[in-house]
């Protein structure tokens, strides 16, 4: 049987310095990096530190300062609902271009989940089945569309047309960035639609494409610049990098 090796308190705290690569430690529980360093991503310092600093780092990811703060200072974000809506008046429709989200965008918003749905307007029931069908061609229409966002800066999010029910399950699920994606006061969403089986089985028929997004609750950061975030940061105890905040600051 082997032997039992012991140690004295001293020997054990110079163990774990040494397994800590020399750092000292009072205890299995003692952290390995000092308050003031904490260090993860665009930024550095205390603030940075649990759950709260976990969700500034995000923000500071998805190029949003004043979410940041948001999230720094616990305040809490609101549902926002965006439409975007297309009807095609008759069967031989071929398609609708260019529609625009149905409110305007003031903030910093987090986008983060997207629901299509294609309702019949034609305003009677033709047979019993007719419900089951409505709901069925939500998924098969054969109605594909293009996702942009148009401000500064401008950028195609689905700049080929693409099936409706595959470009709702590519912004949710498990294919989403862990946060979403955010847009500014400056930015707009435009849809096109097209009809890739035609004629259409019916018309009028209206396409509703939902975005579900996040505001913080209050007026204070709908002025505010992506500095003066920067700097209430700061005070928080979160130094971001010079050029990221450079970057973010420019002009």
Avoid: H
Avoid at 13 to 25: C, N, S, V, Y
Avoid at 176 to 185: I, N, Q, S
């Amino acid at each position: 049987m082997s032997e039992v090796v012991s140690f004295t308190p001293e020997q054990f705290k110079e163990l774990l310095a040494e397994i800590r690569g020399g750092q000292p430690a009072t205890g299995l529980g003692a952290p390995t990096v000092e308050r003031s360093t904490y260090r993860s991503g665009f930024a550095s310092g205390p603030g940075l530190e649990g759950p709260i600093g976990l969700g500034v780092q995000r923000m500071l990811e998805a190029g949003s300062p004043r979410l940041a703060l948001a999230k720094a200072m616990g305040v809490p974000l609101a549902p926002y609902v965006l439409n975007v809506r297309a009807t095609f008046p008759d069967v031989d429709t071929p398609g609708v271009p260019d529609v625009a989200s149905d409110v305007k965008i003031v903030q910093d918003t987090l986008m983060d989940c997207m629901v299509v749905r294609v309702t019949n307007d034609t305003g009677g029931q033709s047979n019993i089945f007719q419900p089951q069908s409505d709901y069925f061609f939500n998924f098969q229409s054969g109605i594909e569309a293009t996702l942009d966002v148009k401000g500064a800066p401008r950028y195609s999010v689905a700049p080929n047309f693409t099936p409706l029910s595959t470009l709702a399950d590519v912004v949710n699920g498990n294919s989403k960035w862990p946060a979403g994606w955010v847009l500014t006061y400056q930015q707009q969403l435009f849809m096109s639609f097209n009809a890739r089986i035609a004629p259409l089985p019916f018309a009028p028929l209206t396409v509703v494409c939902t975005f579900r997004a996040w505001i913080p609750v209050g007026e204070m950061f709908v002025q505010m610049t992506n500095r003066e975030a920067f700097e209430r940061l700061a005070k928080r105890g979160i130094e971001c990098d010079e050029k990221y905040i450079e970057f973010w600051c420019r002009g």
